[in-house]
């Protein structure tokens, strides 16, 4: 017992971290199919020694908060789905009964409320308990309807998902293949909880009801869909079923599984029939009335031939498994990602053992299981790209392999792919493959480079596959790039963390003054929201550093800024403004900053002496921010006062 004990303990540890890699970092220790091999047993020895481990995986929902978009408690706990892989078992949990059959959606699971008609709250799931409030990007949702034709209150639950063919267009414009979503859950994920509802407009989220928690009394779930739609709302597609033809409705569901538009990962059984299945209760975990049916992935075996280590602009190596062709789904597949280091050693990965692989969803190729297991592979030594050093780096118990040579010639392509991808400088037309010939030729050797070109014009159109046509066109879209704004410049210098959304809060900071934004402090930067110490100190490192310093003074000989800054208002120009506790006037804090800064002002997130006002209702507050503004002679105002200053 103490042996099993201690198998569970080391269990629950593992799960949890690949959990919250997942979940919290878009990033992966391990495979679906493995993750779900490893729960079963836990749940099976749970069983066993009726002993459940505080943190266990099996008593736990959704994924823990580490954002800092307001929380709210949800009135009823949102428990997750009991799933089998059986379709008989189904079959049989059904019964005699009559239950509604629809697509598991794979993304963010979110709750609408809506009073006299209109949208008037968001949240996400989160850990079942306490969600994310995600008002203003719910509002931006492409399908989410803002007024409905009911004046009661309405509250529904649903999934808000980025189809697939958003999916790979929003990766397409991100220069950095190491940079690209790994899935389109990952990408929503970020979406809907994002600070910058421009961003969440942009990525094309759609909502799918599936449930209604209260607003709509009717007998049967089916009804209750129905009703939705003719509020407007979309809703997950469903059928009816009975125990005569569920399996063959789940065959029809797997046949199209392939073609969907949207991401899925399985089935959703649910009864028909609302007061039975309420009269079922439910467990601490799930509830009764309903079970998940996810896909037995279709698996080959393959031998494997090859390991290849890909560096990126960063200096991580990336381990890719190489196989003999099988095919999967309705397609060849060759070779799957593994990830990183600690995947590569739980696999026991070594060329010539003979591997499972399947494609996760249907989609993404995965190694599910090694059935020889003669590895680990010894890993690199050094980078297969320059030669230089290959280290191993440990981050919270997950290993990557990195190349140590700052000159590598991997790192300088893959960092001049970033610097011309279209969130950064945008340059039309300009491959990898190109600028490995560019960079090969010495015509490349730093980003001012890129709009010098005309200097080789000769040696471009007699490179191989180039002419006359591709030269003028590179020419041309090189040109059209240097007519650029501050921020598109910043995004693409590869600061530490700042992407193309950091940098267009960089830049509205600085009201768009390039030197300004080249020359911000520590300080400065901790005043901008969303700005931690981490990111702040890297980037005042970044400018700080005279070989980047280098680099930048040459980008500013070649280009061409337009610094121009245009504001909507200006009742609160030249004040800074930090808000606190709960706000009345608007949705959320969110929305109160964005009204702020329409009208001239600025938000932060902590109380400085730069501050001008702090907002909060409760002036009686004993918070520390009411505490700091009082030690600074900081003037307290409520949202009233605030209204009153903006003129509204």
């Known amino acids: 017992m103490e042996d099993k004990r201690k198998r569970m303990e080391e269990r629950v540890a593992l799960l949890n971290k690949a959990a919250r ?15 779900d091999k490893l729960y079963d047993e836990l749940c099976a020895w749970e069983e066993e020694t009726g002993i459940i481990l505080a943190g266990s995986p099996t008593q736990k929902v959704g994924y823990e908060i580490i954002s800092s978009l307001p929380k709210e408690q949800h009135p009823s706990p949102m428990l997750s789905l009991d799933k089998t892989k059986e379709p008989e078992q189904l079959r049989t949990w059904l019964g005699d009964k009559e239950g509604l059959l629809s697509w598991k959606l794979d993304g963010l699971t979110i709750v609408l409320t809506y009073e006299n008609g209109e949208l008037t709250k968001a949240v996400t799931r989160g850990d079942g308990v306490t969600g994310e409030v995600i008002t203003a990007n719910a509002k931006v949702f492409d ?3 803002l007024k409905i034709p009911q004046t009661e209150q309405l509250v529904v639950r649903g999934e808000a998902v980025i189809a697939y063919e958003d999916f790979e267009a929003i990766n397409e414009t991100i220069g950095d293949a190491d940079a690209r979503y790994k899935n389109p859950r990952n990408l929503c994920a970020g979406t809907v909880r994002q600070l910058n509802t421009k961003i969440t407009a942009e990525r094309h989220v759609r909502f799918y009801a599936f449930s209604v928690a209260s607003g709509i009394e009717r007998d049967y779930r089916h009804e209750q869909l129905e009703h939705l ?17 569920i399996i063959g409705e789940i065959d029809a569901y797997s046949a199209k599984v392939a073609e969907y538009p949207l991401p899925s990962d399985g089935l959703v059984l649910i009864y028909d029939d609302i007061a039975y299945g309420r009269s079922l209760g439910s467990t601490a975990k799930f509830p009764r009335d309903s079970m998940a049916f996810k896909w037995r992935d279709e698996t080959k075996e393959t031998v494997l031939r090859e390991i290849l280590w890909s560096p990126s602009r960063t200096g991580l190596i990336n381990p890719i498994a190489v196989f003999d062709p099988v095919e999967l789904e309705g397609t060849t597949v060759t070779r799957a990602s593994v990830h990183n280091v600690s995947i590569l050693e739980s696999l026991k990965l070594r060329p010539g053992d003979t591997v499972t692989v399947y494609k996760a969803n249907m989609i993404i190729p995965q190694i599910a299981e090694n059935l020889t297991g003669s590895g680990p592979d010894a890993l690199p030594e050094a980078c297969p790209v320059c030669g230089g050093r290959a280290v191993i780096r ?6 990557t392999l990195w190349c140590e040579n700052p000159d590598c010639p991997a790192k300088r392509i893959k960092s001049f792919a970033h610097f011309a991808g279209r969130n950064a400088m945008n340059i039309e037309g300009l491959s990898e493959a190109t600028l490995e010939k560019l960079v090969d030729e010495g015509m490349v050797t730093e980003p001012a480079d890129l709009f010098k070109l005309s200097r080789f014009e000769d040696r471009i159109t007699g490179m191989d596959g180039f002419g006359r046509k591709s030269y003028e066109n590179l020419v041309a879209a090189a040109e059209a790039a240097s007519h650029t704004s501050p921020d598109r410049l910043l995004s693409s210098l590869g600061v530490p963390g700042i992407g193309l959304a950091n940098a267009k809060v960089i830049a509205s ?4 003054d390039w030197k300004k934004m080249r020359a911000l402090t520590c300080e400065e930067l901790e005043n901008i929201d969303g700005v931690g110490k981490v990111l702040a100190e890297g980037y005042e490192s970044f400018f700080a550093d005279p070989a980047n310093a280098s680099i930048v003074d040459a980008l500013e000989e070649v280009l061409t800024l337009d610094e121009t800054f245009e504001q909507s208002g200006s009742a609160l120009e030249g004040l800074t403004f930090v808000i606190t506790g709960k706000v009345n ?3 959320n804090r969110d929305e109160a900053k964005a009204a702020i800064e329409a009208a001239g002002g600025k938000t932060t997130g902590s109380v ?5 006002y702090l907002i909060n209702n409760d002036i009686t507050s004993t918070s520390g921010k009411n505490k700091k503004a009082k030690e600074l002679g900081i003037p307290i105002i409520t949202e009233e006062e605030l209204l009153q200053m903006m003129g509204v």
Do not use: R
């Open 509 to 512: 900071y600085c009201e768009n």
């Open 143 to 145: 399908n989410v309807p």
């Open 229 to 245: 739609k003719e509020l407007g709302f979309e809703t997950v597609e469903y059928v009816k079923v009975e125990g005569s033809t």
């Open 585 to 587: 006037h608007f949705a």
């Open 394 to 399: 440990d981050e919270k118990g997950i290993k």
């Open 21 to 35: 890699v997942y979940y919290q970092e878009s990033n992966e220790i391990m495979s679906n199919q493995e993750y």
């Open 608 to 612: 400085t002496s730069k501050t001008d």
